[in-house]
């Protein structure tokens, strides 16, 4: 069964709307989450690590103000893409990290965001 | 993280053994060699992981060359619903670098 659940799959909105993805991790409590950005027909770039209870870090090149990060709890990390615009079309998808060295991150379904 | 290099595509016929192979001269004595398949418009799955030994679980068997510079994804019976983009990923174990660094992997086609 799924690990990890994405919501919501897909999203179109108008520009400037602010849109929240969320990220849930089912089956265990996860201290880091991992947010990655898809645009079509290229390979997934991470933008940023999550981490329960603390800041977010962000990858290089990615706004902080713009990719609003919250892990308020072990089991829940969510994604704010504030004011977006066409550009941010997207599709975001999620990650959570196992407990223990060497496991591997189980991945959501993804979000595909479309902005008018 | 080491580099790794995949080919850009292969094509397999139904019901025979997919291999995917992967270079990854550069690997160092503590990164374990993952694959992930991405199925389009979907998340990416896990599939199998390794540091030197030969691995097999349920969805393939991973074959480590001794030096461990290379190594092959093996779908024993590839079937239509195999076809997707298949990602050989070396990371680093252990530490706070988690981090998965995806390249461009292979566009694996299972043909009828």
């Known amino acids: 069964g799924a690990v990890v659940s994405q919501h919501p799959s897909r999203v179109i909105c108008k520009s400037g709307t602010s849109v929240k993805i969320e990220c849930r991790s089912l089956?265990?409590?996860?201290?880091?989450m991992f947010w990655y950005r898809q645009f079509p027909k290229q390979s997934l770039m991470l933008m940023a690590t999550s981490n329960e209870g603390s800041k977010a870090t962000y990858e290089q090149g990615v706004e902080k103000d713009k990719f609003l990060i919250n892990h308020a709890s072990l089991t829940l990390s969510t994604l704010t893409v504030t004011s977006a615009h066409p550009e941010d079309s997207s599709f975001y998808i999620c990650s959570v990290l196992t407990r223990g060295d060497n496991q591997p991150q189980h991945f959501g379904d993804g979000t595909r965001l479309s902005i008018l | 993280d080491a580099k790794t290099t995949q080919p850009p595509s292969m094509d397999c016929a139904e019901g025979r053994a997919a291999n995917l192979p992967c270079n990854h001269s550069?690997?160092?004595?503590?990164?374990?060699v993952y694959w992930y398949r991405q199925i389009h418009s979907q998340g990416p799955q896990y599939i199998i992981h390794?540091?030197?030994n030969n691995e097999t679980n349920e969805m393939a068997s991973l074959i480590i060359t001794e030096d461990r510079k290379s190594s092959t994804l093996i779908l024993p019976h590839a079937t239509l619903r195999d076809t997707a983009v298949y990602y050989c990923?070396?990371?680093?174990?252990?530490?706070?670098?988690?981090?998965?660094?995806f390249g461009k992997g292979t566009l694996l086609t299972v043909n009828p």
């Open positions: 089956d265990f409590q996860a201290t880091t």
């Open positions: 390794g540091l030197k």
């Open positions: 990923i070396v990371r680093n174990s252990g530490g706070s670098n988690y981090k998965l660094t």
């Open positions: 550069t690997i160092s004595g503590n990164e374990y």
